[in-house]
């Protein structure tokens, strides 16, 4: 760990006791920084296969050289003829973002035309990190703090300390990052008998319940009749198949509807400002 | 993007190549000033008992909270569910201390959806609840809802949103 940096704690904490969670900087601090925003916009040509998908369309090219955490929006698509039940799944491998519709008709083809932003995160979602346990001391009563640094943007000029600081400022101690506290992969296995095995465990070491973030792993990637990609994917950030529970230091995921199966990358969250559960 | 900022090296590293941080780098952040909330935990009801007809596609949802963000743009948000039994509570309750990040399901019996999730605009986010019938079952459904309280832990980030997380 870096023995150099800055730290600014909230008012009236001193900062060489402040715990993360009462502090607006470290610059030690991992966050979730953005890469880019990637926007895709294009008409494209899928054959219709009962069979699964058939063609990979690639989105952005991030060329992170690792699986990236990222998310999407899907703004605006539509089809050249109505189908029932199009699936439109998306992969990152380390160097592009992929759609991969399916239309689950047999027949011809079909004209998708679709509008999606993808933002993409410095953050190697796949490898694990582990953030280093800081001290806890008793509660102080937090406010926000009135000190602090900002810097402007070119764009504009002369900002007003009380001005929407989206656009204003690259940097303001205002704002607070989300800092993140332990990121990993885990493996279901569900085994008759064994508690637990059909769950997503994750266990953490933190005086606050965290906040979560999963995606799907697929370090040999995916296939079907139609369509195999060999290389190691990671999904989007918001995998929602699943419900959990968090607390005493492990979080457990289940399965929503259906048992958990495959592999998952998660992101665990130290609360930006001391929220408990 | 600003040429003005600072930049701290790794220990023995450039500050220039390979910082370890930069103020000139976007991340997802949340206004400590806002004069509106950006980020609490707040205990609300669950909702209200609507019946609905199974075999009718119907809908019916209701505002449990709403914030007043005034961003003026759509934000990036992170929002848990914890659903417990209130005093009134007749129900096995067995989502008790689930743990729901974008939406809480309180039933989904294939016919019915009866959710908790949320709703954004570029000046609120509403926590809502939704009752909704596809019409493909028979007899009714009553919502449970008025049986528990929910736990709402929300952080309202100050950058564009740009995941949704909820779901249908």
């Known amino acids: ?14 900062v060489k006791q402040a715990t993360d969670d009462q502090k607006v900087i470290d610059t030690r601090w991992v966050t979730l920084d953005v890469q880019n925003v990637y926007e895709y916009n294009s008409i494209v040509t899928v054959p219709l296969n009962d069979g ?29 003829t ?39 995160y410095t953050l190697p979602i796949t490898q694990s990190f582990q953030a280093p346990t800081v001290q806890s001391i008793s509660a102080v009563n937090e406010t926000n703090t009135g000190y602090g640094i900002e810097f402007v943007t070119e764009a504009n ?18 704002l607070k990052p989300l800092n993140i506290l332990q990121t990993g992969t885990y493996t279901v296995n569900d085994t008759a008998g064994v508690p637990n095995s059909g769950y997503i465990v994750i266990n953490y070491s933190y005086p606050q319940n965290p906040l979560y973030q999963l995606c799907q792993y697929y370090p040999s990637g995916i296939s079907s009749a139609a369509l195999s990609m060999t290389q190691a994917l990671v999904g989007p950030l918001g ?31 130290k609360d930006p400002i001391g929220l408990t559960q | 993007m600003t040429n003005y900022g600072m930049n701290f090296a790794p220990q023995g ?23 509106a909330p950006l980020f609490d935990v707040v205990t609300v009801g669950a909702g209200s008992a609507f019946s609905v007809s199974q075999s009718t596609v119907q809908s019916d949802s209701e505002q449990l909270l709403v914030i007043n963000h005034n961003l003026g743009y759509i934000p990036q948000v992170y ?44 000046t609120t986010m509403a926590v809502v609840h939704t009752v909704a019938s596809s019409g493909e079952g028979t007899g009714s459904y009553t919502s449970p809802a008025n049986e528990y309280n929910v736990q709402i832990k929300y952080l309202i980030c100050n950058n564009l949103g740009i995941q949704t997380l909820s779901f249908n």
């Open chain 1, 1 to 14: 760990m870096d023995e150099y940096g800055a730290e600014i704690s909230q008012q009236g904490i001193p």
């Open chain 1, 52 to 80: 699964g998908a058939t063609q990979s369309i690639v989105l952005c090219t991030h060329n992170s050289g690792f699986l990236p955490a990222y998310d999407y929006v899907i703004n605006s698509y539509s089809l050249s």
């Open chain 1, 239 to 269: 995998y929602q198949g699943a419900k959990g529970s968090v607390g005493n230091g492990t979080i457990l995921i289940a399965g929503s509807g259906s048992a958990l199966s495959g592999s998952f990358a998660y992101i665990l969250f």
């Open chain 2, 79 to 122: 929002v848990t569910f914890l659903l417990t039994p209130n005093s009134g509570s007749s129900s096995g309750a067995n989502s008790v201390d689930t743990y729901s990040l974008g939406q809480m399901t309180i039933t989904n019996n294939g016919y019915v959806a009866d959710y908790i999730g949320f709703q954004l605009t570029t």
């Open chain 1, 157 to 174: 000029a002369s900002p007003q300390i009380s001005e929407d600081p989206v656009g204003e400022y690259s940097f303001s101690t205002r």
């Open chain 1, 82 to 120: 109505h189908v029932i039940g199009e699936t439109f799944n998306f992969y990152a491998d380390a160097t592009n973002i992929y759609l991969v519709p399916f239309f689950e008709v047999g027949g011809s083809s079909i004209v998708l035309t679709i509008n999606v932003t993808i933002r993409v």
């Open chain 2, 13 to 35: 590293g450039n500050a220039i190549n390979a910082p370890t941080y930069s103020s000139l780098q976007e991340r997802l952040q949340i206004d400590l000033n806002n004069p």
